[in-house]
């Protein structure tokens, strides 16, 4: 059975800062993504990590896949009230069809 | 504009009763899921399609029901066995294999 863990579930930070959230997953997986949820909203795609070394950037995000370690991170910098919102990582096998499995969530509040 | 519609947004559910979540998509995928989460928590994925006519049951089917009759539909039944329906639903699509999910705007779910 696959799963997918998120820490920190919780992170609360200062503008301007960096930070790092990690997302690891138990088993093989062919493919990896990230997205943001606004409270009460539906989810936003951010990334799509489909690949060993996979590294994307949007703006202040950036996320990379090591298949090996079986973690991605989603890194954060300078970090910017806007950027407040829950961020998920949902990873898939080529051996359940098209279904994902998520993680849990990480709650960014960041403060002015 | 291709998106996924859900409706209700909001709906109240009495004792006993079933009530059916409406899931509607123009983005031409074959792919559809129904997610269930609940307050603080990440998506549980209820049922799946990936092609009309067809679909597999995710890790919390207990108590839900659903059809796939044409490619855009795919409602989601919340019967009486489900004894604890209050939650927020969201509907998904993917097309191509590889590329990520999309969702609608959900629908929350109370008990009356």
């Known amino acids: 059975e696959l799963k997918v863990e998120q820490n920190p579930l919780f992170l609360s930070m200062q503008e301007g800062k960096n930070y790092t959230i990690y997302c690891n997953y138990s088993t093989t997986s062919d493919r990896l993504y990230w997205y943001r949820q606004d409270p009460g909203k539906s989810l936003e795609s951010l990334f799509v990590?489909?690949?060993?070394?996979a590294v994307k950037q949007e703006g202040r995000l950036m996320a990379s896949l090591d298949t090996k370690a079986r973690l991605s991170t989603l890194h954060i910098t300078a970090a910017v009230h806007d950027l407040s919102a829950t961020y998920f990582c949902?990873?898939?096998?080529?051996?359940?069809?098209?279904?994902?499995?998520f993680g849990e969530g990480t709650q960014l509040t960041v403060n002015p | 504009d291709g998106g996924i519609t859900q409706s209700p947004k909001y709906l109240f559910r009495k004792e006993g009763q079933n009530v059916t979540l409406s899931c509607e998509q123009n983005l031409n995928h074959d792919a559809m899921y129904w997610y269930r989460q609940d307050p603080g928590q990440g998506l549980r994925l209820i049922y799946y399609?990936?092609?009309?006519?067809?679909?597999q049951k995710g890790d919390i089917a207990e108590g839900y029901s659903v059809s796939r009759e044409k490619k855009e539909s795919f409602p989601l039944t919340v019967t009486s066995a489900q004894k604890n329906p209050t939650a927020f639903y969201l509907c998904?699509?993917?097309?191509?294999?590889?590329?990520?999910?999309?969702f609608g705007d959900g629908t929350r779910l109370s008990i009356l």
């Open positions: 399609s990936q092609i009309v006519n067809d679909f």
């Open positions: 998904a699509s993917s097309g191509e294999f590889n590329q990520p999910q999309h």
């Open positions: 949902a990873v898939g096998r080529e051996t359940s069809g098209s279904r994902l499995t």
């Open positions: 990590l489909l690949s060993n070394g």
